[in-house]
């Protein structure tokens, strides 16, 4: 079992909806949570990080996190055909490194 | 600060040769991260130092794989005698202890 755990998708949405990524992981120690963006041929480039439960709001992007359920996600709303890339899900314990999920491709439609 | 700079951006490279990459941090950045990164998957984490000690080694790194940070500044990533399989986008990214990592713009390896 990995580590981290995403759908790889393509997750394909319509433009001006919601589009709901997914991730859990398996190391209870991990302490904070990290949402990537990464365009074709591109380095990833942070969205947003969380690291307490509940919600978290950042413009048209929410990430929520629920550590019992050792789970996380990203809600993008008003999706935009600019939105359309591989999204990265990683987690770190304390003192530790960053390890990542291997990314849903994300594709909305016009 | 400009954020990460990684250099050169793309290297091609025979097999057998041996190459290395550079990096450097945002400057109050005390941890620095190396991963590689194959088309469709996402990035496995290399090694990690903080400050000039190197505190993470992957177990899947191979030996020919070495990384220093002198002085806790920039780093280098020297890959020895490569291979067709080392072909993938090395990534560096930088961090404070506890905060998020920004990545620099990746190095292109191919080997042929």
């Known amino acids: 079992q990995k580590e981290v755990e995403q759908n790889s998708g393509p997750l394909s949405v319509p433009e001006g909806a919601i589009a709901s990524l997914n991730c859990t992981y398996s190391?209870?120690?991990?302490?904070?949570f990290f949402w990537y963006r990464q365009y074709s041929g591109k380095s990833p480039e942070l969205i947003m990080f969380i690291y307490s439960n509940g919600d978290k709001e950042d413009g048209r992007f929410t990430a929520q996190l629920n550590k019992a359920s050792q789970y996380v996600s990203l809600l993008i709303r008003d999706s935009q055909p600019s939105d359309s890339a591989t999204y990265l899900c990683?987690?770190?314990?304390?003192?530790?490194?960053?390890?990542f999920g291997g990314g849903t491709r994300v594709l909305v439609k016009p | 600060d400009t954020g990460v700079s990684q250099d050169p951006r793309h290297k091609i490279t025979k097999r057998g040769q041996n190459v290395t990459f550079r990096c450097d941090p945002i400057?109050?950045?005390?941890?620095l991260y190396w991963y590689r990164q194959t088309l469709g998957q996402g990035p496995e984490f290399l090694t990690y130092?903080?400050?000039?000690?190197?505190?993470?080694k992957s177990r899947l790194l191979s030996d020919r794989f070495s990384a220093e940070r002198p002085k806790g500044s920039f780093s280098t990533l020297e890959i020895q005698r490569t291979e067709q399989g080392d072909s993938a986008m090395y990534l560096c990214a930088s961090s404070l202890d506890k905060g998020e990592a920004f990545f620099g713009q990746g190095t292109r390896l191919t080997v042929v």
């Open positions: 190391d209870r120690g991990s302490q904070s």
């Open positions: 400057s109050e950045h005390n941890r």
């Open positions: 990683a987690s770190k314990a304390a003192g530790n490194k960053l390890t």
């Open positions: 130092f903080q400050n000039e000690a190197q505190l993470e």
